[in-house]
């Protein structure tokens, strides 16, 4: 090795031709990575654009049969689906979230009859859709998320969204004991082969506002007392270490950019699958820098997924699941 004259080593030489930097790449993006999230919403006959997400949409029954199609075509793994219900039949306990009839588990069996098992069929199993507070569970007296009351509203949940057909529940309330809670009501009522993709590390974050647009949702006041703080690290590997122990099967970091530390720490950690879900604002940002003309749209979003990857997603949720897909 020489130093001060001319470089002994060249690692330059490897990143000469799009083939050379081919062969040599390290992260490989595949279809098979991308699950597709899609709002689905009650009571319209037109998909209605979500402002803040240029692209996206509340779908209707149709419009939500036809994207899990073009997904399944795209070589897209899953779906995860959000139900959004119309506002009259929003209230505290979220009762429209366990409705056999409501929009939720109207779109499961949809999506179901639609494609069968082409694509894994994932919910989210969370009140926030469907309450008039806009809170991921039900509230007490003095107005606080009253965990174990919530915790059985989730499994209610759990066990309307299997009947519906869903191969997957994501619960992502954040509640203490949710997966345990969530696998002890699925095994009691014979949906033993349904998974948990549990939301370990689910993080407090500006990041979702666009997504509070996407399901209509009325929250006053944050979700601090049960998201995570973003300034921590160790919180998320003991909420990890009791996902585990509850049963979880899959486990999630959300959002993804901004947290690929604890991605990359998570995925060292577990033998268990692990996703990454990158959220309405990290979509937003992408979008509306491209729509300025101030940033590549393309290579942005290959490289975000890229760098998600590239920290230890298994699979990573993505809005544009489907493009993406389709362009590998
Ligand atoms: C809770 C839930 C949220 C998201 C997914 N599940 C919102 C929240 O926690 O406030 C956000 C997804 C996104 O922003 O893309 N039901």
Redesign the pocket.
Known sequence: MTYGSFPGARPRRLRTTPAMRRMVAETRLHPADLIL?AFVREGITEPVPIQAMPGVVQHTMDTLRKAAVEAVEAGVAGIML?GVPEDEKKDANGTAGTDPDGILQVAIRAVRDEIGDDLVVMS?L?L??YTDHGH?GVLDADGRVDNDATLERYAEMAQVQADAGVHVV?P??MMDGQVGVVRDALDQTGHEDVSILA?TA?YSSA??????E??G?S?QGD?KTY?QDPANVRESLRELALDLDEGADMVMV??AGPYLDILAKVAESVDVPVAA?Q???E?AMVEAAAEKGWIDRDRAILETLTGIKRAGANLILT?WATEVARGL
């Not at 990041?207 to 509070?212: D, E, L, Q, S, V």
């Open positions: 999230p959000f989210d969370c926030d859709e991921c994501g992502s309330g939301y689910k990041f979702y506002g666009p997504f509070r996407a399901v949702s929250l979700r998201q959300k959002p879900y959220i309405s604002g979509y809005y």
